[in-house]
């Protein structure tokens, strides 16, 4: 089963794919690997999750969270490449938190994203190398943001 | 026209390539790729832009910090390369803001290095996948520190 | 002399390789590259180092701690290469450190693990590229964690 039938036996609803907030692309493609730009926990109604993990957000809405910036990062993909099914496997992904200095549980906030990679790419192929580190802060208060590298195929 | 002779006309002048503060190298060549170092921001002067944005310094300070942190950039890669023509073209930036926790204005601070990189190396060739995030403190309580990577030619 | 024989001469003694903490891989082979995940200062004894450098932790942990990472990357690329002299050269690191706010000593602390590499693979090879910088939080409040990217052949 390729990711693109994976996704819609999830029922998954991807965001629209995120325009860049800055100077800068979504996503860029060198040789077989698509660099994807650090991404924000987009909502399909355009909205982004918000909110400071240990402070005034839980450890359950910064999972959420990360989970939705893999939707978004998804979106991207998609965009960029005009179906999942050309990714071949996750590479490497910086998931950082936004969250309060005492913060400890980092890891279990980016397996939203991560458990999400998974079932879209599979055991092997959606599990790649990863940090999961706390942040000082995040642009606009978003909680989670991650930025991420794809092996690709034509 | 090329990168050495947009800065030329850019009347742009850049610090001297900056030395190792540690034990790293500023620059290493893998393939067409260039990797470069975490940067601070570097003046001709040898001094560096400091402060912590939100707190006792403003935004602009932290886009002319961000800025100047893409003259030492650019001056490393020349360094290294010889030219700056050498460079096809910007791939992936990691602009890291020391800042206050509440602070969200990251992707306009980390602008000040894109929109340089644009005017170096063309609207295309210079805007790359980029990540805009808060840290908690820098080496020496600089501003800003950007690592990134290029694609280069011989 | 090989890394694996610098390392006896040392007579360093590795950790366990570690185990994912969390949905990933420790490390990943991609051409003639290996990602490296974020990795803490896990101890032969499988306890980590723990503190926040500038409050409960001073330099000098800080310091131990990151040579203690460096020893736990070590161990994943001999779980994952079976030879440390498979490691042609360092690429890069991102040395994330946690302290407070008014920390400036990163470089210093992520020597810790800069020596360590130049110690075991050699004043050119054992030498990278990297960033230094302070993390508002780390999992489990670990001192320091470090990603990488080694080149290695077969």
Redesign the interface.
């Known amino acids: 089963m390729g990711a693109e039938e994976r996704l819609a036996a999830l029922k998954l609803e991807l965001p629209p794919a995120p325009k860049p907030?800055?100077?800068?692309?979504?996503?860029?493609r060198?040789g077989d690997?698509v660099?994807?730009?650090?991404h924000g926990p987009l909502k399909p109604d355009g909205s982004l999750i918000k909110g400071?993990v240990g402070a005034d957000a839980d450890v359950e809405l910064g999972i959420a969270a990360a989970r939705q910036t893999g939707l978004a990062i998804l979106a991207t993909l998609r965009d960029h490449l005009g179906s999942l099914d050309k990714v071949v496997r996750l590479?490497?992904?910086?998931g950082?938190v936004n969250?309060?200095?005492?913060?400890?549980?980092?890891?279990?906030v980016?397996?939203g994203y991560?458990?999400l990679m998974?079932d879209v790419f599979g055991a092997e192929a959606g599990?790649?190398?990863?940090?999961?580190?706390?942040?000082?802060?995040?642009?606009?208060?978003i909680a989670v943001?991650i930025?991420a590298v794809f092996?690709v195929k034509d």
Do not use: H, W
């Not at 200095?101 to 279990?108: I, L, M, S, V, Y």
């Open positions: 907030m800055a100077l800068y692309v979504t996503a860029l060198m690997l660099y994807v730009s650090g400071k590479v490497k992904s910086l950082m969250c309060t200095p005492e913060f400890g549980d980092q890891p279990k980016i397996n991560s458990e998974k599990v790649g190398v990863r940090s999961a580190v706390g942040m000082g802060s995040l642009p606009g208060g943001e930025e092996q």
